[in-house]
């Protein structure tokens, strides 16, 4: 006959073998019925979806309600193009456009800085004009070049001349081109007051025994009075084109600008913010895998743009 103690330890042994049949039993995979896997199907791709989309907010460093579809702020979308011909037609307006405010004031100043330049210059080549303007008056004849031309060849008009020799004609009108050629071409000389050939000046020639034609620069009177001349021309010229250096350092400020505010408008839309920030370059991308039928594992990649 059994003592108590010897009952209660059968009773004990009962119980943990009927543990052991249990968990062996339930070890054993239970086949999955179609209904079940099907709805666990479904679960896994609306999840794979919803991270998936859930990116787009993460890349952007977007927050709240107000985004497109792209996860960008709708208030902070720019562009490019518009920018750039903002900037196209007012430098520094296209970075005022997408939020600068230290570089339209650089753009700007530069365009007026330009444009003051230009003005100055051109003022200051109108003057210098003038100077030799008066000095060509007051040194250059008409009268004597005729008179070159009439010893010579026998005629007032140098269009009436066909000597190589004479291959400009003085335009009727003291335009530009009349300033010019007086003092550019040798053929023009004894229209200066000062010339002279070899030491004899215009007066002491005569229809007997007048000048020889010029041929060459042998033959060419000199004239102190027209080399300076030259260098007051000259001198005008030179300020002239400092004043057009302005104006195509104006075009190459509106292109700069035009352009910079088309690709950084451009770089931060794609970028999804109206800012620069740290998080426009941090990319996650989330994916639902699954190495098990009943098991399904996401994974989250990180990566970072420099």
Same mark, same amino acid.
């Given at each position: 006959m059994l003592t108590g103690y010897s009952q209660r330890s059968l009773f004990s042994m009962a119980l943990l073998l009927v543990a052991v049949c249990a968990s062996a039993a339930f070890a054993v995979e239970m086949p999955q019925s179609t209904v079940i896997e099907q709805d666990l199907q479904a679960v896994r791709y609306e999840f794979a979806a919803a991270v998936t989309a859930g990116d787009y907010l993460i890349a952007a460093g977007a927050t709240g309600d107000n985004t497109d579809e792209f996860g960008n702020a709708e208030s902070s979308k720019k562009s490019p193009f518009k920018a750039f011909l903002l900037s196209a037609a007012v430098p520094g307006l296209g970075q005022y456009y997408y939020g600068s405010k230290v570089k339209p004031l650089i753009f700007l100043g530069a365009e007026l800085a330009a444009w003051g330049m230009h003005i100055k210059w051109h003022g200051d080549g109108d003057d210098a004009t003038q100077v030799y303007h008066d000095y060509n008056h007051d040194h250059w004849s008409e009268e004597r !070049?005729?008179?070159?031309?009439?010893?010579? !060849? =026998?005629?007032?008009?140098?269009?009436?001349?066909? &000597?190589?020799?004479?291959?400009?004609?003085?335009?009727?009108?003291?335009?530009?081109?009349?300033?010019?050629?007086?003092?550019?071409? /040798?053929?023009?000389?004894?229209?200066?007051?000062?010339?002279?050939? /070899?030491? #004899? &000046?215009?007066?002491?020639?005569?229809? =007997?025994?007048?000048?020889?034609? %010029?041929?060459?620069?042998? *033959?060419?009177?000199?004239?102190?009075?027209?080399?300076?001349?030259?260098?007051?021309?000259?001198?005008?010229?030179?300020? !002239?084109?400092?004043?057009?250096?302005? $104006? %195509?350092?104006? $075009? &190459?400020?509106? *292109?700069?600008? &035009?352009?910079?505010?088309?690709?950084?408008?451009?770089? #931060? !839309?794609?970028?999804?913010?109206? #800012?620069?920030?740290?998080?426009?370059?941090?990319?996650?991308?989330?994916?639902?895998?699954?190495?098990?039928?009943?098991? /399904?594992?996401?994974?989250?990649?990180?990566?970072?743009?420099?």
């Open positions: !070049y005729s008179g070159y031309l009439q010893m010579v !060849y =026998g005629e007032t008009d140098d269009e009436d001349v066909s &000597a190589q020799e004479v291959s400009h004609h003085l335009p009727d009108t003291k335009v530009q081109q009349y300033y010019e050629m007086t003092g550019k071409y /040798d053929q023009f000389s004894w229209g200066w007051d000062d010339a002279t050939l /070899d030491g #004899r &000046a215009y007066d002491s020639y005569s229809a =007997g025994d007048h000048m020889p034609a %010029i041929t060459s620069k042998a *033959l060419t009177p000199e004239s102190p009075n027209r080399m300076y001349y030259e260098g007051l021309r000259d001198d005008a010229n030179k300020k !002239y084109d400092k004043a057009n250096k302005m $104006i %195509i350092a104006s $075009i &190459a400020n509106h *292109l700069l600008s &035009a352009f910079e505010a088309y690709f950084v408008t451009k770089h #931060r !839309y794609e970028k999804g913010s109206g #800012r620069d920030s740290a998080f426009t370059r941090v990319k996650v991308r989330t994916s639902l895998k699954s190495y098990y039928e009943q098991l /399904d594992t996401p994974f989250v990649n990180l990566s970072y743009k420099f």
